[in-house]
């Protein structure tokens, strides 16, 4: 990490060098917990082992929970992640609220890098963004990085402070907070947000809410519904067979936890907040149906781990109940409350649980500069496929332009 390590010197936000380092007696009572778990017995539902139809299956569930018991090594994730300069920011809100704001940072020594806000969604965290921040420490040295690069975890994800148990929180208070971190690190002249799920979310929020934020890089753009004047025949078959499988899919069967979430968050928190082997059904679906690979059982593991050793599930779904509840406000893409003309990049997989086309994204009232559509890859784009991510954001940089060129 030498090199890039250094805080720009005229951050305003008190930060904090940061090591993840889960204590030996934790871990230890964490194994005995996930020991005494019981799987659910053998049943005609949970025996599908093909299709998920109905969920995880007794098999997967058998051998992730023999693998996480005796052979998945938590202080490799730990290592990985020490490997990358690591902070606490301390940013106070405009309530008077404290909040403990972790991310992961590249900082260049380049006079004139471009800021770069790397944000996840559900059920993901900062981990997501590793593999990606590996590949541009590979590629630049410090001297030569073009970017600040800064990945955060979102407030009430794993190694953030929660929202206040006083009031309500939602993706615009998700907003303020990041867009404090950014302005708190010095990059008050402006940066570009890249986000995925509640990411992309919070990514449009800021876009048009805050002057500093001067772009957007999506890999996700679902609406509550469908955009108005939507170009039909700009609508590939690619996308056509991505919004006939995968987007119909997830509406029709696949968004029960979504429901969930916004209508009983209490429950759902406490059932998860009970056993480990609980996380790893609710949340190991979802790695395995929204990614067009499955991914390797110890990455899956990590991020899993992370949320129970952090207690982080009932503490990061609050924002459910804003977009997912009937009556409620729904989903910042097509909202004309955030409606603002800045250059949006939009790269398209086409395993994304809502694979979005470009024409709805068009319809949507973005200023799109730069769609590129991809081949193969799903949900968590940057964990799947971090090489294309990296390419779109360079080229998107390219063509915009630093300071951000006016059309």
């Known amino acids: 990490m030498a090199g890039y390590d250094t805080v720009p010197h005229n951050a305003e936000v008190k930060v904090d060098r940061f090591t993840l380092s889960i204590p030996d007696q934790e871990i230890s009572d964490f194994k ?65 609220e404290d909040f403990r704001i972790h991310f992961v940072a590249l900082f260049s020594k380049k006079q004139n890098a471009v800021p770069l806000l790397y944000m996840h969604g559900w059920p993901g965290s900062h981990l997501e963004h590793l593999d990606i921040m590996d590949l541009y420490r590979k590629k630049y040295s410090p001297e030569d990085l073009p970017y600040h690069v800064i990945a955060p975890s979102l407030p009430g994800w794993t190694l953030s402070s929660g929202p206040p148990l006083s009031r309500d929180f939602d993706t615009e208070d998700i907003a303020r907070i990041m867009n404090k971190l950014m302005v708190g690190l010095g990059f008050g002249s402006g940066y570009v947000c890249q986000g995925g799920d509640i990411g992309s979310f919070t990514a449009k929020v800021m876009a048009g809410t805050y002057d500093e934020c001067k772009g957007v890089h999506y890999n996700f753009a679902v609406s509550s519904e469908p955009p108005k004047n939507v170009d039909e025949s700009l609508i590939t078959e690619s996308e056509r067979q991505g919004m006939e499988t995968r987007m119909k899919a997830f509406y029709t069967t696949g968004n029960a936890y979504a429901r969930e979430h916004g209508t009983r968050p209490a429950t759902i928190g406490f059932v998860l907040a009970s056993s480990p082997l609980a996380q790893l059904a609710w949340i190991g679906e979802k790695f395995i149906e929204w990614t067009d690979e499955t991914p390797p059982l110890k990455n899956i593991l990590d991020s899993i781990t992370l949320y129970w050793f952090t207690e982080s599930f009932p503490r990061c779904i609050y924002c459910y109940r804003e977009f997912s509840v009937p009556g409620s406000r729904g989903l910042p893409h097509g909202n004309p409350k955030y409606k603002n003309d800045k250059p949006v990049a939009y790269s398209w997989f086409p395993k994304e649980l809502a694979p979005v086309p470009r024409a709805w994204v068009l319809a949507q009232g973005h200023n799109l500069v730069l769609f590129r559509q991809h081949e193969s890859g799903g949900h968590f784009a940057a964990m799947e496929k971090p090489k294309e991510m990296l390419a779109d954001m360079e080229e998107f940089i390219q063509k915009i332009g630093w300071p951000v060129k006016k059309e």
Request: hydrophobic share 30%.
């Open 32 to 96: 005995d917990l996930l020991r005494l778990s019981k799987l659910a017995p053998k049943t005609y539902e949970n025996m599908h082992t093909d299709d998920g139809k109905f969920g995880v299956s007794y098999y997967w569930m058998k051998k992730a929970k023999d693998y996480w018991l005796n052979e998945y090594d938590w202080r490799d994730i730990e290592k990985f992640n020490n490997s990358f300069p690591n902070f606490i920011a301390h940013i106070k809100d405009d309530d008077g």
